[in-house]
């Protein structure tokens, strides 16, 4: 053996057995007393991308409004589920990807999926099982799917995501196609063996994966010190071998900016990356949830000091890049959509019956003895 493979060896075992690549680069920053929060001023975005962050951002938080309006009259099917006070998160990562891109949003990210090109239309018909819809009745909120768009529907069943998005980065890269995935889970989804398996698959395989981790303080009713030991839920990188970032959930420019670095590692070959944005949900799991496990002032305090609209209004204004009346305008705009949109889908009729049978399964396959009257016409 020479002497430079023996030294090269010893310096090998001198190594840590791992090495946790953690950033806090956008972490979340207290404001000192008295001073209200903002965005971070180090990015790389035009003053026109902002503007139409700040659209993105108010058109979740309305079009949100709208749905719970509509389920106050009882129109909506199902479940209302809100990302009230997380919108950054969603609006802000998926800015940093390319149309091809995909993502596979859950219930807090309305806002990805108007980023991916969906129309609030889609959504409110959606909401009322609509035959206009996009899943013309079949499916609930934002169970629906765009393969064109690059946006997945969401399956129920917590952490499933993260090995569906690994598969498809895995079928992409054996069609050679240059895409990167960006998956969304709660801090409470991030705790289930599907998170694990399809995080280590896509590690190890060195996948463009890139996955953010909700922290939002509650899965259910159950506060995250409750289902999980460590603090920082970024932690779990480190058992993957992939680096990862804390973003401050509630800045929209960090989360871009943070998802942006991220999507330039993946694309490049690098592998996966674990995203931990920290965010406060404001409403329940979902409108019927009373919250009455919150303790008290806590939703408040995340209403007054921390709110994401609030503080990317307060940047734009501070920086110069929009002034009160443009960001009235803006939002008279997502309001007359909104009006539109919801009238449109309201005026959509309920799905044929008949169409249940139809687009659920391969109906070539259903075996005769099963096959409705229906089917056979
Ligand atoms: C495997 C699995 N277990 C339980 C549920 C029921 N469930 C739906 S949402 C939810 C809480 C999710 O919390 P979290 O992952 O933190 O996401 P958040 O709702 O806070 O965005 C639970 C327990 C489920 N859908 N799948
Ligand atoms: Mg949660």
């Known amino acids: ?106 219930i807090r990210d309305l806002g990805a999926c108007f980023v991916k090109g969906i129309r609030p239309r889609e959504i409110f018909a959606q909401y009322m099982a609509k035959a206009w819809g996009p899943s013309g009745g079949k499916d609930l909120n934002v169970h629906f799917g765009y393969m064109d768009k690059g946006f997945i529907g969401p399956i129920s069943h917590l952490g499933d995501m993260i090995p569906v998005m690994t598969g498809i980065l895995l079928g992409a890269r054996m069609q050679q196609k240059d895409i990167v995935g960006l998956a969304y889970i709660g801090d409470g989804g991030a705790s289930t063996g599907a998170f694990f398996e399809g995080m280590n698959f896509a590690a190890v395989q060195k996948l463009p994966l ?16 409750m289902q999980t030991a460590i603090r920082n839920l970024v932690e779990k990188a480190a058992a993957f071998g992939i680096p990862g970032h804390i973003v401050d959930g509630n800045d929209v420019i960090a989360c871009y900016e943070v998802t942006k670095q991220a999507v330039d590692y993946a694309r490049s070959g690098r592998g996966a990356v674990l995203i931990e944005a920290k965010t406060y949900r404001r409403k329940g799991h979902a409108e019927h949830d009373d919250q009455r496990y919150i303790p008290e ?34 939002t008279a ?18 799905p044929e019956a008949e169409g249940a049978a139809y687009g659920v399964f391969d109906n070539s396959i259903v075996p005769p003895a099963f096959r409705p009257k229906v089917l056979e016409n």
């Open 210 to 225: 890139i996955t953010i981790v909700e922290y939002n303080h509650y899965a259910y009713s159950t506060p995250t010190s």
């Open 1 to 106: 053996m020479t002497e430079g493979k023996a030294n090269s060896r010893k310096s090998h075992h001198r190594r840590p057995a791992f090495q946790m690549r953690i950033s806090t680069k956008y972490a979340p920053r207290k404001a000192p007393d008295g001073q209200e929060l903002s965005c971070i001023k180090d990015t790389s975005l035009r003053p026109e991308q902002m503007i139409e962050l700040y659209r993105y951002l108010k058109l979740t938080r309305l079009v949100e409004e709208r749905v719970v309006n509509l389920y106050r009259q009882t129109k909506v099917v199902g479940g209302v589920y809100r990302s009230l006070g997380q919108e950054a998160t969603a609006v802000g990562s998926a800015y940093a990807l390319r149309p091809e891109d995909f993502i596979t949003p859950i």
């Open 333 to 350: 705009d997502v309001m007359r959509e909104i009006d539109e949109d919801s009238e449109w889908a309201e005026s959509s009729p309920m």
């Open 297 to 330: 002032g806590e939703i408040e305090w995340w209403e007054k000091h921390n709110d994401p609209v609030n503080r990317f209004e307060k940047f734009l204004i501070d920086q110069n890049i929009a002034t009160t009346e443009k960001l009235a305008e803006i």
